[in-house]
C-alpha cells in the first residue's frame, strides 16, 4: 500500500460487499463485478488465523468497533497487510445496517510484531481442528495479552502508533 492510500468496504450483516473503492479494486486485483455480493473472504489469506476474525465478528456484533492488522490475498496470490478498523454502519432508523472497513498501510514494525503472534495461532488451530481451533487461538490470544499486561485494542494501536 502506498502511505496516504485509503482501502475502503462496505457490507451487509453477512459480510457480503456492498461498496468496494479504487483502491481496494486494485490491491485485490478484482473489477467491482467479482467483488460485490461476494462474502468478504474471498480476499482471506490462509496465513490469517481464524480466531482473529471470530474475535472481529464477537467485536462488531456488540455494536464496538474493531481494529486490526490483516494478511490480504490478491487474485494472483500475492498478499498485502492492512491495518484495518471495521465499525458497524447504522441507517437513519439507528439499525446496524452492516458494517464499514477503512484501511491503512501498517507500519512494517507492526507486521514483524504480529507475524509471530498470528503464526502460533494458526498452528494452534491446525492441531485443535476446526470446530475447536478458533476458540484455543483466542484463548492463546488472551494468554498473550494477559502476560504483556495489555488489552487487544491497546496492543494494536500502540503498535500502530509506534
Ligand atoms: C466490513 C468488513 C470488512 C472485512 N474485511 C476483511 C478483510 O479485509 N480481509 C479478510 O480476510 N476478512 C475481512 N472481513 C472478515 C470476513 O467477513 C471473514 O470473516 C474472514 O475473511 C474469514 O473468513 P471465514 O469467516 O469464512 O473464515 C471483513 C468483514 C467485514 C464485516
Known amino acids: 500500500m502506498a502511505e496516504n492510500d485509503f482501502i475502503v468496504s462496505k457490507t ?13 479494486m486494485q490491491m485485490a486485483q478484482r473489477p467491482e463485478s467479482e467483488l460485490l455480493n461476494i462474502q468478504h473472504n474471498i480476499i482471506r489469506h490462509p496465513d490469517m488465523p481464524r480466531g482473529v476474525f471470530r474475535f472481529l465478528w464477537d467485536t ?22 492492512v491495518f484495518a478498523n471495521i465499525t458497524p454502519d447504522y441507517g437513519f432508523d439507528g439499525q446496524v445496517k452492516g458494517y464499514y472497513s477503512v484501511r491503512r498501510k501498517p507500519p512494517e514494525s507492526a507486521i514483524q510484531a504480529v507475524t509471530p503472534l498470528y503464526k502460533e495461532m494458526l498452528a494452534i488451530e491446525q492441531r485443535a481442528g476446526p470446530k475447536e ?4 487461538s483466542i ?24
Open 133 to 136: 481451533g478458533p476458540g484455543k
Open 60 to 81: 462488531l456484533k456488540q455494536n464496538e468497533e474493531f481494529f486490526g492488522f490483516v494478511k490480504n490475498l490478491c487474485a494472483n496470490g500475492d498478499y498485502y497487510w
Open 12 to 24: 451487509d450483516l453477512k459480510g457480503r460487499i456492498t461498496y468496494a473503492n479504487r483502491i481496494f
Open 139 to 162: 484463548d492463546y490470544l488472551q494468554q498473550f495479552l494477559a502476560d504483556n499486561n495489555t488489552s487487544y485494542r491497546d496492543l494494536v494501536l500502540n503498535l500502530y502508533k509506534n
